[in-house]
């Protein structure tokens, strides 16, 4: 499978370019367009009990898409849904990337991505306590929210990210989640800023300028309400 990205940075579109035959992953709704033949299966990834594990545990779709070459080729279009910049990844063996949530699209064939638990402080960050593992031989391509940062960590070298915008890291780096004011929760929270990561190099760590949960906040904020001077109604008069 090969990559072009055009739109690039802020409404990136990726075009996967599929050999005869070869087969690519899908999230469920990426698709934008394809070339004419290409078949589509859409199944439980794993069965059931991954099925489920994918939906409700790293919120992913519970079927995932199967898009399959015809004999002469193909290519298959995919989009995210917030704006921003769409990221190849490609995998060696050996060398696993954690993917957060919410930020897969696609995986070319030989690769594999499994749910995986992001610890305890995770969870109660709001992220999402499991994201995905993106392990094998190959190409993943994640979505990024607005802007993509890549942050090459050297031995002992370190960073403090807020939990919101990272994307993917090395599976193979140093890191721990934590209270952005360590001990103290009410001061983290009063902060605006609940948990976040330490990273140590070496290794690599993919970061989106924009934060997918404050902006679900804050559009809830702007929603209408029964108050005729909240929500939207209150900003347009």
């Known amino acids: ?13 990726a075009r996967l370019h599929l050999q005869p035959n ?10 934008m367009a394809t070339s004419p033949g290409m078949v589509l299966s859409s199944r439980m990834e794993g069965g059931l009990m991954s099925g489920i594990k994918r939906s409700v545990l790293s919120g992913e779709s519970f079927f995932v898409s199967t898009y399959t070459a015809p004999q002469q ?3 298959v279009d995919i989009a995210g849904v917030l704006p921003g910049d769409i990221l190849p990844i490609d995998l060696v063996p050996g060398r696993p990337f954690y993917v957060t949530r ?4 696609a995986n070319s064939y030989g690769t594999e991505v499994d749910t995986k638990w992001g610890g ?7 992220e999402g306590g499991f994201g995905l593992q993106a392990h094998g031989q190959g190409t993943i391509l994640v979505s ?66 924009r934060n997918p949960k404050e902006f679900a906040t804050w559009v809830m904020s702007m929603v209408p309400s029964s108050n005729p001077q909240g929500g939207l109604g209150g900003i347009f008069k």
């Open 144 to 209: 990024v929210y607005g802007a993509l940062d890549i942050v090459d960590l050297q031995p002992g070298e370190q960073i403090v990210v807020d939990t919101g915008h990272v994307v993917a890291y090395d599976l193979g780096i140093q890191f721990r989640m934590r209270r952005a004011v360590e001990g103290r929760t009410i001061q983290s929270m009063k902060s605006g800023e609940g948990f976040v990561f330490d990273f140590a190099g070496p290794g690599r760590v993919y970061l989106q300028s």
């Open 120 to 126: 305890r402080a995770s969870l109660f960050g709001g």
């Open 1 to 13: 499978m090969q990559t072009q990205l055009r739109h690039q940075p802020s409404f990136t579109v």
């Open 22 to 31: 070869e087969p690519v992953r899908v999230q469920s709704g990426a698709m």
């Open 102 to 105: 919410g930020n897969w699209m």
């Open 73 to 75: 080729g193909g290519w």
